[in-house]
């Protein structure tokens, strides 16, 4: 059984750090949701031949079972394997969560089908099983439809990642990947090895943290008022003219105003960037978020993605208070995020065995 094409970009939020940059749990918590149903449902509307392609690979004529191993294999036709994430296998994995995303049946590691289960380099995954019954081709395609039942199962996902990358460097695996038996999981570990190997190293000892920035325009706009000396110049004007003409060169001042605020705003937001990321290892820009997403009235400037090492947290951080002093009286506000597995820093491209479906 091929994955899901369906794709949460990020788990749930952990482990806020002091200063008060980041805001409360419950908060973001929701917010994540709220941008993974909306993502979801969007990808559904958007596109349904890719929906149908994704349900087509959902359920698939069910191989030989192998083997059974601890905590095993069940040979019950209707079970699927859900996986979450894949960590290096050098060592034994605690504290996994007691319930997976199908509440009957715990979280678990599945080790690439190799001689040495445990070597280093050889990633495990990071599992529990589904009934097919719920998760089946016709029956997801139906849950995905429920907000409530997609929110709950959003959050589990969420939940078993960050109990895995509070411990561990976790390649974290899209919403809905699943697999028709165990022994296909260890084939697609063991057939991705040197690619698991490869982000697993190149993540180690990272954290993926999310910065977002907004904009009190009426503030940038006082701002730009005070500062810009063609619009100082334009309001000498204006007190100058009569009511009518004043009027007219109103309509022109708002416009050069929203413009100044629009160029400014773009320009604090590439600095902005740009400092954090002289701290992070790698980072990204994505997609701004509307208020539908947000909650907020403020436009957001920035929505950055920072890979940063635990050594750099540190400045990392005080380069963020930097730009808050910097820029918080010029009305942008920062909001910290994570840590995160790292979504954004990860790119891959997996290739399986048709046998192993």
Same mark, same amino acid.
């Given at each position: 059984?091929?994955?899901?094409?369906?794709?949460?970009?990020?788990?749930?939020?952990? $482990?806020?750090?002091? *200063?008060?940059?980041?805001?409360?749990?419950?908060?973001?918590?929701?917010?994540?949701?709220?941008?993974?149903?909306?993502?979801?449902?969007?990808?559904?509307?958007?596109?349904?031949?890719?929906?149908?392609?994704?349900?087509?690979?959902? /359920?698939?004529?069910?191989?030989?079972?192998?083997?059974?191993?601890?905590?095993?294999?069940? $040979?019950?036709?209707?079970?699927?394997?859900?996986?979450? *994430?894949?960590?290096?296998?050098?060592?034994?994995?605690?504290?996994?969560?007691?319930?997976?995303?199908?509440?009957?049946?715990?979280?678990?590691?599945?080790?690439?089908?190799?001689?040495?289960?445990?070597?280093?380099?050889?990633? !495990?995954?990071?599992?529990?099983?589904?009934?097919?019954?719920?998760?089946?081709?016709? !029956?997801?395609?139906?849950?995905?439809?429920?907000?409530?039942?997609?929110?709950?199962?959003?959050?589990?996902?969420?939940?078993?990642?960050?109990?895995?990358?509070?411990?561990?460097?976790?390649?974290?695996?899209?919403?809905?990947? /699943?697999?028709?038996?165990?022994?296909?999981?260890?084939?697609?570990?063991?057939? $991705?090895?040197?690619?698991?190997?490869?982000?697993?190293?190149? #993540?180690?000892?990272?954290?993926?943290?999310?910065?977002?920035?907004?904009?009190?325009?009426?503030?940038?706009?006082?701002?730009?008022?005070? /500062?810009?000396?063609?619009?100082?110049?334009?309001?000498?004007?204006?007190?100058?003219?009569?009511?009518?003409?004043?009027?007219?060169?109103?309509?022109?001042?708002?416009?050069?105003?929203? *413009?100044?605020?629009?160029?400014?705003?773009?320009?604090?937001?590439?600095?902005?960037?740009?400092?954090?990321?002289?701290?992070?290892?790698?980072?990204?820009? $994505?997609?701004?978020?509307? !208020?539908?997403?947000?909650?907020?009235?403020?436009?957001?400037?920035?929505?950055?993605?920072?890979?940063?090492?635990?050594?750099?947290?540190?400045?990392?951080?005080?380069? #963020?208070?930097?730009?808050?002093?910097?820029?918080?009286?010029? *009305?942008?506000?920062?909001?910290?995020?994570?840590?995160?597995?790292?979504?954004?820093?990860?790119?891959?491209?997996?290739?399986?065995?048709?046998?192993?479906?």
């Amino acid at each position: 059984m091929k994955e899901m094409m369906l794709q949460a970009r990020r788990p749930a939020e952990q $482990n806020p750090g002091p *200063g008060g940059l980041e805001a409360p749990w419950p908060t973001q918590d929701q917010e994540q949701i709220r941008q993974e149903i909306q993502a979801t449902r969007k990808r559904i509307a958007e596109n349904q031949q890719l929906l149908s392609q994704t349900k087509a690979a959902v /359920i698939k004529p069910a191989e030989a079972p192998a083997q059974p191993s601890a905590p095993g294999e069940s $040979n019950e036709a209707d079970c699927g394997y859900y996986v979450y *994430g894949v960590v290096d296998g050098a060592s034994t994995i605690e504290g996994l969560p007691e319930n997976g995303i199908d509440a009957a049946y715990p979280v678990y590691s599945v080790p690439a089908a190799t001689l040495h289960r445990q070597a280093s380099g050889t990633p !495990q995954a990071i599992v529990s099983r589904v009934s097919l019954q719920e998760f089946g081709q016709e !029956q997801l395609q139906a849950f995905l439809e429920d907000i409530a039942w997609l929110e709950s199962r959003v959050r589990v996902h969420q939940s078993v990642l960050a109990s895995v990358s509070a411990v561990r460097t976790v390649i974290p695996m899209r919403f809905c990947t /699943i697999y028709r038996s165990e022994s296909g999981v260890q084939a697609m570990l063991t057939q $991705n090895q040197g690619q698991f190997a490869a982000g697993l190293a190149r #993540l180690d000892g990272k954290q993926e943290w999310g910065i977002k920035v907004h904009c009190d325009t009426d503030i940038l706009a006082q701002h730009v008022r005070e /500062i810009s000396g063609p619009v100082q110049a334009m309001q000498a004007e204006m007190a100058a003219k009569s009511s009518g003409a004043a009027y007219f060169m109103k309509r022109k001042l708002e416009e050069v105003i929203a *413009g100044e605020v629009e160029r400014l705003g773009d320009e604090y937001a590439q600095r902005s960037h740009d400092c954090l990321g002289r701290h992070a290892a790698e980072a990204v820009v $994505n997609p701004l978020q509307g !208020q539908e997403l947000t909650g907020r009235q403020e436009p957001m400037l920035l929505n950055g993605a920072y890979l940063v090492s635990r050594q750099n947290l540190a400045a990392f951080r005080a380069g #963020l208070t930097t730009l808050q002093g910097e820029y918080g009286e010029l *009305g942008l506000s920062y909001e910290m995020t994570g840590p995160w597995p790292p979504y954004n820093f990860v790119a891959l491209e997996i290739e399986e065995d048709a046998a192993h479906d």
